[in-house]
């Protein structure tokens, strides 16, 4: 059996590699979700290859004020390159989904869905009569309540596998220490 000390030590060190873990798993979750975003100005076009999937258009800048105001609405068209498949872009509604990472802010402004891998030419404009302010679209896979829920139990059972056995050892040697037990 350790003595008392090296129990504390070794619980402190599964808390420390518990949120190290935690916050790892996290930082990564949300880096790979909002780092591979396709970018592109506005107005313009530009051919993405899509695998079949849901996906979400956001209105992003490079300031972090961007997120207490209202994104502009945009027009967006999605043809496939070959012109035979064009997809339904549907404007978001209230609950819109936002963003600040890496110095960039988003928010939610269209979604669609994409039923074959294939190329897509996306056109991107200001709506007829209106201009934008400075800024691009951002487009990738839509964040689904379930990749969320799943990202956020996995780093909880990250935290909780750390926590839990560490602060038991740490109790554990304290109280064997206070009663004259090794």
Sequence with gaps: MLPPAARIAL???LILAGTGAFITVLVTGINRTFSHLER???????????????????????????????PPTVDVKI????G?????VQNQG???TRYSFGGKSGAATASFSATKRDDYN?????????TLPAG??????????LHLLTLILSCMAILVAGLLPGILLIIKAV???????P
Excluded at 79 to 82: L, Q
Excluded at 122 to 130: I, R, S
Excluded at 136 to 145: D, E, L, N, Q, Y
Aim: hydrophobic residues 40%.
């Design 11 to 13: 619980g402190v060190l």
């Design 40 to 70: 592109m100005e506005v107005p313009g076009s530009r051919v993405l290859a899509l695998d079949p999937g849901d996906y979400t258009v956001y209105w992003e800048v490079d300031t972090w004020s961007f997120l207490k105001r209202r």
């Design 79 to 82: 043809v496939s390159k070959d």
């Design 84 to 88: 035979a498949t064009s997809l339904d």
């Design 94 to 96: 209230l609950l819109k």
């Design 122 to 130: 996306v056109v991107v404009h200001a709506p007829a009569g209106q």
């Design 136 to 145: 691009r679209v951002a487009i990738g896979p839509a964040m689904t309540f």
């Design 175 to 181: 109280k064997g220490s206070g009663t004259g037990r």
